[in-house]
């Protein structure tokens, strides 16, 4: 009997025992809600295929029953942000609820090569941007190693030193290959290349507007001092945005401003009144953390940053910094991570809070963000403090990233959303219970209360345990050559 004829006999014989097992999966009696149609209600759902097939509060039948009832039921989260595309942080992301974690802010120095490896050893959905540092770098001639992580360039003159007008079309040829092979935007770390000039910036947005695909950015500096400050940089990428049309996301709001996070968000406001296409998100932690001998930490760094050596935590050891032993590491060819305490709580939670702001954690293994963030808004913000409501989290965590993304993809259309023919990438999670328990100290500590995840149909967690042995996740790819 061919699966037409069939469905149209189950059709015919609607909720009898003929039609029984008519799904693969179906989630029972769970809080089913919906951020961008704003549906909020108990029913079940039906699952075919690796899509969301039918939301009824008739009863359905599958072959696997999830029971669901007094769990919400929600878009997987989207994490735009995660440098971390290992296993064991894929694990804790999708205890934290995650079900596509892309490296957009960097990008991994090769596309091809980067999609090539995760193919069929996924276990959530993955996807990388062009990376402008790694194609300066190589151009420059510094090549950033294959397994840097994060993928940044040390600091020296490669990342110091303005490129020439001819360095700078061979760095858009690179960035031209790495979006030929599938990269989903541009990503910038422009505090990383201090040497890149305003100039380059923009030629760099203009191949952005040219492929019709956004920049994702960390920008130039951070803080109060003048000239370099958190606003100036964000009036840079503003520009570029302006001057190229190209779309443009700013990472971390919360660590590029600090305490002017407010200021920021609200040239973003304006930016966005004036028609331009610019998109922040924020991760909920008053620590940051990146490579020591990265150009960051260039001379000045303390004064622009309003912190010291003793602000400094290297987390795999606990050890806080001196000025010798800052010295060393920075200096060092070998790159390490470092946890930097320079944000307040209050930029943190007005950062959270704020309407324009999705959730992304910069994830990577050495700061708790990577296994807790998701989690730790849904315990603090909706929870505890209840500055945001649970649908307004859910929707900075799903449908604002995955709306951000079809800048890139039309398959983002499918994501961020709990509707019948969207892709059944699914968190459900116990929302009295949901809580991050990663900390400085115990950074690689999952977060409990997400009880069931689905990627693309497959359950990977089940009973708040991940599945041994499924590899669910599957690319994201930008339209690759035009
Ligand atoms: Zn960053």
Redesign the pocket.
């Known amino acids: 009997m061919s699966k037409r004829l069939a469905s149209f006999i189950c059709l015919a014989l609607f909720a009898t025992s003929a039609c029984a097992q008519q799904y693969d999966v179906v989630l029972e009696g769970g809080r089913v809600m919906d951020p961008e149609t704003g549906a909020d209600a108990v029913r079940n759902l039906g699952i075919r295929d690796g899509k969301i097939v039918r939301i009824s509060s008739e009863a359905l039948s599958g072959r696997e029953v999830i029971h669901a009832a007094g769990l919400i039921v929600a878009p997987g989260f989207i994490d735009l ?1 995660q440098h971390g595309q290992d296993l064991a942080s894929q694990r804790v992301k999708a205890l934290d609820g995650v079900t596509t974690a892309l490296e957009l ?2 990008g991994a120095p090769d596309v091809a090569q980067f999609l090539k490896a995760k193919e069929g050893h996924s276990l959530i959905h993955y996807g990388s941007s062009a990376s402008h540092v790694a194609a300066r770098a190589a151009v420059l001639g510094a090549p950033i190693p294959a397994d840097a992580s994060p993928p940044l360039p040390k600091s020296g003159p490669v990342t110091d030193r303005p490129a020439t007008a001819e360095q700078i079309r061979r760095i858009q040829e690179r960035l031209g290959t790495e979006l030929d092979a599938g990269g989903l935007a541009i990503g910038m ?1 422009i ?1 990383y290349t201090p040497g890149a000039t305003r100039l380059e910036v923009i030629d760099i947005f203009r191949l952005a507007a040219e492929r019709r695909l956004p920049v994702y950015t ?1 920008v130039r500096s951070s803080g109060r001092v003048e000239p370099g400050s958190s606003i100036e940089s964000i009036s840079e990428v503003i520009g570029a945005a302006a001057i190229t049309g190209a779309s443009l996301h700013i ?2 709001i919360n ?2 401003c600090l305490r002017d996070v407010l200021e920021c968000l609200s040239m973003i406001e304006g930016a966005r009144a004036r028609g331009l296409d610019v998109s922040t998100e924020a991760y909920p932690y008053t620590a ?1 953390m ?1 490579a020591i001998n990265s150009a960051i930490f260039n001379p000045g760094w303390q004064e622009k940053q309003g912190i010291s050596y003793g602000d400094l935590l290297l987390p795999d050891t606990g050890e806080r910094l001196t000025k010798d032993r800052f010295d060393v590491l920075h200096n060092s060819s070998t790159e390490r991570v470092v946890v930097r305490f320079n944000n307040t709580q209050e930029a943190v939670d007005q950062a959270i809070a704020h309407p324009l702001v999705m959730i992304a954690s ?1 994830g990577l293994a050495g700061h708790p963000r990577n296994a807790g963030t998701f989690a730790r808004v849904l315990a603090q913000y909706v929870r505890e403090k209840g500055t945001i409501s649970l649908m307004d989290a859910l929707r900075k965590m799903s449908l604002m990233p995955a709306q951000m993304l079809e800048r890139s993809t039309p398959a983002a259309l499918q994501k961020g959303r709990l509707q019948e023919g969207a892709d059944a990438d699914i968190v459900i999670f116990d929302a009295g219970a949901i809580s991050d328990r990663s900390t400085y100290e115990k950074l690689m500590e999952p977060s409990v209360g997400v009880r069931f995840l689905l990627v693309g149909g497959t359950i990977l967690v089940n009973e708040g345990k991940i599945v041994p042995d499924v590899f669910p996740g599957r690319a994201l790819r930008g339209p690759g050559k035009r």
Do not use: A, R
């Open positions: 942000h802010e960097l770390g505090q960390h990472v971390h660590s590029s940051g990146t910069d």
